[in-house]
């Protein structure tokens, strides 16, 4: 049943008409309107105020949390060149390159990622995880870094009309395309990806395809980094693959504690929690 705070009229009508100063008559104004029990929900004046900044301050340090490097993503049917920056094989043939599981969930109107904490500290359960929907499931990702050798051109902001091209960007796929990716990495000819350059291709949305691209054709090889600075113009610090993990990495983890007080995820509770049951184990 839907709740409303309009209240039905009575079924008789009163004797007479109250006097008008008590029809205009309402809450005082410097009191809350009361839902009826002597509680309100509503915020105002330094109260709602000091809501607002604490949820943008929330809102703030979610942004700052993000990957600090921007990951590399394409539009459905696009196309674009990237070179990857590592990717090696180790003994077995297989791209030796960090994997993770995260979190990807919408937050108004951005996708940010996080890290499942579930794999860190097995006692502590994921507040992600917790939420239980489609959109809260882990995904086990690996992470190289690319350059992007896109135009991307500023619309708005002070910086409107300034051109981008070769951005290192951070490139995180899930293990389907990293299949894809060691098979073309096993070549004798190339060895990797590292050094490499790829024109690729995204699919029609109707096809489902990987935010990183769906199909990639192998341009060249180039056999150092500094090659690689060269031939684009950029300097070589630039071309070096980016720090994932640690205090100044790419890849932030936040612990329970501290997505549960930016607002993130729901906290765990009743039978189980204290033995620190996780949903995730489950998926």
């Not at 691209?213 to 980016?242: N, Q, R, W």
Request: some cysteine; charged content about 25%.
């Amino acid at each position: 049943m839907a709740l409303t705070f309009a209240k039905k009229a009575t079924g008789a009508a009163p004797a007479q008409s109250p006097p008008k100063q008590q029809e205009a008559a309402g809450p005082p104004k410097d009191k809350p309107a009361s839902t009826g029990g002597g509680m309100s929900f509503m915020k105002r004046g330094a109260a709602a105020k000091a809501a607002a900044i604490e949820e943008e301050a929330k809102a703030e340090e979610r942004r700052a949390q993000m990957n600090r490097m921007r990951r590399f993503k394409m539009g459905y049917n696009e196309d674009c060149q990237i070179t990857f920056l590592d990717g090696k094989l180790d003994a077995e043939g297989v791209l030796d390159i960090p994997r993770y599981y995260e979190h990807r969930i919408q937050i108004g109107a951005e996708w940010p990622t996080f890290v499942c904490t579930a794999e860190i500290d097995p006692t502590q359960p994921c507040p992600i995880c917790a939420l239980n929907t489609d959109q809260s499931r882990r995904a086990l990702v690996g992470v190289m870094t690319v350059i992007d050798h896109s135009k991307y051109t500023v619309k708005k902001g002070p910086n409107a009309g300034k051109v981008y091209t070769n951005q290192r960007k951070l490139f995180v796929a899930k293990e389907t395309t990293l299949k894809q990716l060691n098979k073309l990495a096993s070549k004798p000819e190339r060895n990797g990806l590292a050094g490499c350059t790829f024109d690729v291709s995204r699919g029609p949305e109707n096809t489902n395809p990987p935010g990183v691209g769906s199909t990639f054709d192998f341009v060249t090889k180039h056999k150092t980094l500094a090659l690689i600075a060269e031939k684009y113009g950029i300097p070589v610090e630039e071309c070096v693959p980016a720090q994932y993990d640690g205090d100044d990495g790419e890849i932030q983890y936040l612990p329970p504690a501290k997505l549960l007080s930016l607002g993130i995820g729901k906290a765990h509770g009743g039978v189980g929690f204290e033995k620190g049951v996780n949903a995730a184990s489950e998926l």
